[in-house]
């Protein structure tokens, strides 16, 4: 089965950074769309960042110029470099990918979650 492993979160200070990894396994014939959520309690989660397969992207207005996605087909791998994090940055970061698993149908897949916690 498909499985996305996220990783790369933790405790950072206001205006510091972080970098989210969030890797692909299985049996996978492609990867359409990656995309970062993110939850912060009692909230509804919310879309951060999107990036297509052929690259490219788009941002939530609330990360626009501090956040920047990318990926890494041959690694199956999605990244969310965070800078000048804030206090309200702070939530659990779900990754999402639009996977073909092995030629069937395209089917949507989520991360675990990794809590990011910006806090002086």
């Known amino acids: 089965q498909v499985q996305l492993v996220e990783s790369g979160g933790g405790l950072v200070q206001p205006g510091g950074s972080l970098r989210l990894s969030c890797a692909a396994s299985?049996?996978?014939?492609?990867?359409?769309?990656m995309d970062w959520y993110r939850q912060a309690p009692g909230k509804e989660r919310e879309l951060v960042a999107r990036?297509?397969?052929?690259?490219?992207?788009n941002y939530a207005d609330f990360v626009k110029g501090r956040f920047t996605i990318s990926r890494d087909n041959a690694k199956n791998t999605v990244y969310l470099q965070m800078n000048s994090l804030k206090s309200e940055d702070t939530a659990v970061y779900y990754c999402?990918?639009?996977?073909?698993?092995?030629?069937?149908?395209?089917?949507?897949?989520w991360g675990q979650g990794t809590q990011v916690t910006v806090s002086s």
């Open positions: 299985g049996t996978i014939l492609r990867i359409n769309n």
């Open positions: 990036i297509a397969s052929g690259g490219s992207t």
């Open positions: 999402y990918a639009s996977i073909v698993p092995d030629g069937r149908g395209l089917r949507g897949y």
